[in-house]
């Protein structure tokens, strides 16, 4: 059971922040508690922040507590291959003094969404000349293989394919 104490001031004590938390009593005080979760800002903290938004939080009728979990455990895998993304291409910026395009300039600590929204450029254009299939990789910048050398990955998604292909693949929907 949860012990509440009633503000004394409610009036005056307009603003302040809520803390509710599973830490025990012998943890630390209030204050120290908070200050704890302030610390967490630059780690784990700035991973949940899109799920703060209202349109994140919006009802979703999964009915089962199956779907609930499933749904939870897709959040943190997201989350977890959010947070490699950006702990690897800071890492690998730092030590070979790299930098890539940010929100304000070039730097080397993005975000992992200023890392995946430096990839929104890149296009995959596919099309066919008569009875040739062409297809050629536009907007690949170095800093795109930069970040690609961090995550280990290879290059060649981001190359022109080298075969062509003379046959016409023809689907119906």
Request: glycine share 6%; with cysteine.
């Amino acid at each position: 059971m949860a012990e509440v104490e009633g503000l004394r001031n409610p009036e005056e004590d307009n603003g302040w922040t809520v803390l509710a938390t599973t830490v025990p009593l012998e943890g630390g005080t209030d204050a120290e508690i908070l200050q704890a979760y302030h610390d967490q800002n630059t780690t784990v903290e700035p991973g949940f922040r899109w799920i703060k938004n209202p349109a994140a939080i919006a009802p979703v009728w999964l009915e089962k507590p199956e779907r609930i979990a499933a749904l939870a455990m897709l959040t943190v895998v997201g989350l977890l291959v959010y947070t490699i993304i950006q702990r690897q291409v800071r890492l690998y910026l730092l030590t070979h003094a790299q930098q890539v395009p940010g929100n304000k300039g070039a730097t080397a600590t993005p975000t992992a969404a200023v890392v995946l929204a430096l990839f929104a450029q890149v296009a995959l254009v596919h099309f066919w000349i008569g009875e040739q299939e062409v297809e050629q990789v536009y907007g690949v910048q170095p800093y795109h293989l930069l970040c690609c050398d961090a995550l280990g990955l290879d290059h060649a998604w981001y190359e022109a394919p080298s075969t062509q292909n003379n046959s016409r693949c023809i689907q119906t929907p």
